[in-house]
């Protein structure tokens, strides 16, 4: 009953190094997310998918790559961290959002600093 | 821009009093409103989603409400715990392709003991 899966929880990296943020979710759902969290601010979307093999740009998209080669899993990756990165990432899935009460559900975060 | 903002932006509240949170919007084409409790360290969990034909809606000691007319939102917490602590975010979904979800600032709300 995992439910969405983030690894790694904690990561301090250095300026210019590149990582991949892995999200994982085992409720077969279509619909996955990638967040940033930075204090004072509302969740902020990166990128999202609408399904296996399907990527798309969210609001904030600039310095980051995603991958959706399985359903259950969808990859952040930063080729070349800059301290503005710097923040707290989430990952959420969620069905067809046709459905009006359609639920969305988070990982319990990334906690990234680049120094 | 859609745009979702909360008041206020922080409050303290004693153990067993009532508190109410609120969000405004200006999400177009509206489709959803979620209420949200993230407590430090941990991901979102959602209290209660209304549509646009919904005006109340509670989940044990919270009670959420909306106005589409006016894009108002609030949350009710009622006889506050000590384990309410936590931010209570205002997300707003709009009817367009991905669901994208529009989120506020969240409030942050302190019960002291």
């Known amino acids: 009953n995992a439910g969405v899966t983030q690894t790694p929880k904690f990561r301090v990296l250095k300026t210019g190094q590149s990582m991949t943020l892995l999200c994982a979710q085992d409720?077969?759902?279509?619909?996955m997310y990638w967040y940033r969290q930075d204090p004072g601010m509302g969740l902020r979307l990166i990128h999202y998918s609408v399904g296996e093999g399907t990527t798309a740009k969210g609001e904030v998209p600039d310095g980051y790559n995603v991958s959706r080669l399985k359903k259950q899993n969808f990859l952040l990756g930063l080729e070349s961290a800059a301290p503005s990165q710097t923040s707290v990432y989430f990952c959420a899935s969620s069905s067809i959002p046709a459905l009006t009460h359609t639920e969305a559900f988070f990982g319990q975060g990334t906690r990234l600093t680049v120094v | 821009k859609n745009q979702v903002e909360q008041s206020p932006q922080s409050l303290i509240i004693l153990e067993g009093k009532n508190c109410t949170l609120q969000?405004?919007?200006?999400?177009?084409?509206?489709?959803?409103l979620r209420w949200y409790k993230q407590d430090t360290g941990r991901g979102p969990v959602s209290l209660t989603i209304?549509?646009?034909?919904?005006n109340t809606k509670s989940n044990g000691r919270y009670t959420a409400t909306l106005d589409a007319d006016t894009k108002q939102s609030s949350l009710h917490i009622t006889a506050s715990q000590l384990s309410d602590s936590a931010s209570y975010i205002c997300?707003?979904?709009?009817?367009?392709?991905?669901?994208?979800?529009?989120f506020g600032g969240g409030t942050r709300v302190l019960v002291k003991p």
């Open positions: 997300v707003v979904s709009a009817k367009a392709a991905g669901n994208k979800l529009t």
């Open positions: 969000c405004n919007y200006t999400v177009s084409p509206f489709s959803n």
């Open positions: 409720m077969n759902h279509e619909y």
């Open positions: 209304m549509t646009f034909s919904e």
